[in-house]
């Protein structure tokens, strides 16, 4: 928030950090008396799952964000690309001598209980994750034909789940967990720390989306929440958040040069589903997970 300050140095931020899941739940519930002015972070579901809660702004960067990730209708825009990956513990992998290289990898019994994956509800970034599982794990080209898959790797999971998407790297990264699926970011961000750790992408595919900002309808601070979503996508917040927070930019006019990772040319993705509902994913993943 230090760019943001000295641009704007009569306008006081506050933060409040949390799962997007849980941070969605929060707006939904304060919806008749809005307590903050803007959601940032989470994918395109979360944003659609409470757009009544949102107002729609067009920031004035729009025309230079990445077209395909910019909706039509201005219910958010794109903070950064976001890849789903795999986080692995170099020295837990080589001891458990297991390739984890897709989806399917994830099923091997070797990794019973080494997976760390925070709980949908409460967290964006896992909820991402199954709404990728079930597309590049489908039998029939329909979402509901993946959750046979999902169902397995719950299995797999031997009953750990995260409460939130920063335990599942944070957990990794101390040698609990052997594998953790987060965002790309994450990863590279411990990598370029030093932590002993790498990052793997899912070669069955990856729905490449974006994180997000968006107004929340009827927050008290209505242009300056625009000026924050404006500052945000700019090319100088952009090119700060690639370098310092290893992201992939929004914006078509910032490189990428942090190292570690793929090019987003070299990464097998696909089209974002379009006939997702978010809420349908929470309450049959959880159910999957009481049975």
Do not use: H
Not at 36 to 54: E, F, N, P, Q
Not at 81 to 103: E, H, Q, R, S, Y
Not at 139 to 144: A, F, Q, S
């Amino acid at each position: 928030m230090g760019l943001f300050k000295k641009a704007y140095p009569d306008i006081e931020v506050e933060v409040v950090s949390a799962g997007t899941g849980e941070l969605s739940s929060k707006i939904v519930a304060e919806s008749g008396n809005p307590q903050g002015d803007v959601l940032m972070g989470g994918g395109a579901s979360t944003y659609r799952s409470i757009a009544l809660c949102l107002e729609p702004y067009a920031s004035v960067n729009a025309k230079d964000l990445v077209a395909e990730f910019v909706p039509g209708d201005s219910l958010y825009m794109p903070c950064y690309l976001n890849v789903n990956a795999f986080i692995l513990n170099n020295a837990l992998m080589k001891d458990i001598n297991v390739t984890v290289d897709g989806w399917a990898s994830l099923l091997n019994p070797a990794l019973k209980g080494q997976i760390a994956f925070a709980d949908p509800s409460a967290a964006g970034s896992a909820l991402e994750e199954v709404i990728n599982m079930l597309a590049a794990m489908s039998t029939d080209g329909t979402l509901d034909g993946g959750w046979a898959y999902v169902e397995k790797f719950i299995a797999n999971l031997d009953g750990k789940i995260a409460s939130g998407s920063s335990d599942v790297y944070k957990s990794v990264v101390a040698g609990e967990y052997a594998v953790g699926l987060t965002n790309e970011d994450k990863v590279i961000n411990y990598i370029q720390q030093g932590a002993d750790v790498s990052v793997a992408y899912a070669k069955e595919g990856i729905t490449l989306r974006t994180s997000n900002i968006a107004m929340i309808r009827g927050g008290a601070n209505g242009l300056n929440a625009q000026k924050f979503i404006d500052f945000v996508t700019s090319k100088e917040c952009q090119t700060a958040m690639e370098k310092e927070l290893c992201v992939r930019p929004a914006r078509m006019d910032v490189p990428m040069t942090t190292k570690g990772r793929l090019a987003t040319s070299e990464l097998v993705s696909f089209p974002y589903p379009s006939d997702v509902k978010s809420s349908v994913v929470k309450v049959t993943f959880q159910d999957l997970v009481t049975r």
